[in-house]
């Protein structure tokens, strides 16, 4: 029994496994390749006119003009005729080509020139769209910074404000048009036409602001003092813009 055992092939063994038939390895053939195959086995069968022309056009664009089995070609004639010499550029001063344009095969019913007309065309495009994001991202930039400055301004504008409320009630002044706004209590709308000063932009109400303060009461915003006398300031201060304090 162990004899019987031992000489029988095990079918579960990696050699069954692993050594699959040809068959099942291989694609399947279609019906029409099966044929063909049949027909060109046997004598006298003549190829489809379409496999022909494609097989004779293969054929003939992977030879060069200038090989010895084309020497009755016309085309190599008349190349010669003109100073053609195997192996060298084409072209009066030899600075032309050396290997034949490759011919690509149109597949689809599209018109000549419809491929590169479409390329340029979505070329074209693309510029539009990149210009069109620059000019996007740029304005957008410019947005941004005129808020910072707009902000920055406003903020300068209030403290200016704070600081001229300040000095005028400690001089006794009771109200001036250059101290920060005051809502009503109440908080009703209030009729009344802004005032000339109201009408300004932030720049300009702060350059009032801080004009003022500087006639009045020689202080400079940017040093953040008050100065003795108007000779004082001229000679400490180092101008009445916010770069000449950098």
């Not at 190829?47 to 022909?52: A, D, H």
């Not at 195997?86 to 419809?114: A, F, Q, V, W």
């Not at 209590?185 to 000339?196: H, L």
């Amino acid at each position: 029994m162990s004899n019987l055992a031992d000489s029988d092939d095990d079918y579960m063994s990696s050699k069954y496994l692993t050594e699959l038939p040809s068959s099942l390895t291989t694609k399947p053939k279609t019906y029409s390749e099966i044929r063909r195959q049949k027909l060109s086995s046997k004598s006298g069968y003549i190829k489809p006119l379409r496999e022909r022309e494609k097989e004779s056009r293969e054929q003939g664009l992977s030879k060069r003009i200038d090989e010895e089995d084309n020497a009755e070609s016309p085309g190599l004639r008349l190349l010669k005729k003109m100073g053609y010499e195997k192996g060298k550029p084409l072209g009066k001063d030899s600075s032309g080509i050396t290997e034949p344009i490759n011919i690509e095969m149109k597949s689809d019913k599209s018109g000549l020139g419809l491929s590169s007309e479409l390329k340029q065309k979505a070329e074209k495009e693309l510029t539009r769209k990149v210009k069109r994001a620059k000019i996007n991202e740029d304005s957008f930039i410019e947005r941004v910074r005129q808020g910072q400055v707009e902000k920055k301004v406003n903020a300068q504008l209030s403290k200016a404000q704070r600081v001229c409320e300040t000095l005028d009630t400690r001089k006794g002044v009771m109200d001036n048009i250059f101290w920060p706004s005051k809502d009503d209590k109440d908080d009703e709308e209030i009729d009344e036409e802004p005032s000339e000063f109201g009408k300004l932009s932030p720049e300009e109400k702060l350059d009032c602001v801080l004009k003022y303060m500087r006639e009045e009461y020689n202080y400079c915003f940017w040093c953040g003092c008050e100065y003795g006398d108007a000779e004082e300031l001229e000679q400490l201060c180092p101008g009445i813009n916010e770069d000449d304090h950098d």
